[in-house]
């Protein structure tokens, strides 16, 4: 069993950085990881995955170029780093894991954390 956990939301002016973490419980070294996203009235969409190696990483267009994925298996820990941050990133975020390889459609991953809310003002 895998227990997901983000922090790091908060609220922030366009232009500006985040990072989140999403801590796990349970050892995720052989998980693909991922973030996804929902924004009020919107279904959850794709953001970002991470192999459980840390080699393959995919990014929503949206974000690439923008936003980096990472993760530090010692730590069971998978970050986002969040730079030059837009009105449109306003959404609740979310950890998401899966056995093996990576994957950007929300059915498939397994494990889901809470969600944390990040909200960027213009």
């Known amino acids: 069993q895998v227990q997901l956990v983000e922090s790091g939301g908060g609220l922030v002016q366009a232009g500006d950085s985040l990072r989140l973490s999403c801590a796990a419980s349970?050892?995720?070294?052989?998980?693909?990881m991922a973030w996804f996203r929902q924004a009020p009235g919107k279904e959850r969409e794709f953001v970002t995955t991470?192999?459980?190696?840390?080699?393959?990483?995919r990014y929503a267009d949206s974000v690439k170029g923008r936003f980096t994925i990472s993760r530090d298996n010692a730590k069971n820990t998978v970050y986002l780093q969040m730079n030059s941050l837009k009105p449109e990133d306003t959404a609740v975020y979310y950890c998401?894991?899966?056995?093996?390889?990576?994957?950007?459609?929300?059915?498939?991953?397994?494990?889901w954390g809470q969600g944390t809310q990040v909200t960027v003002s213009s």
């Open positions: 998401a894991a899966r056995p093996l390889a990576t994957a950007i459609t929300v059915r498939e991953y397994e494990y």
């Open positions: 349970g050892r995720t070294s052989r998980y693909a």
């Open positions: 991470i192999s459980s190696s840390g080699s393959t990483t």
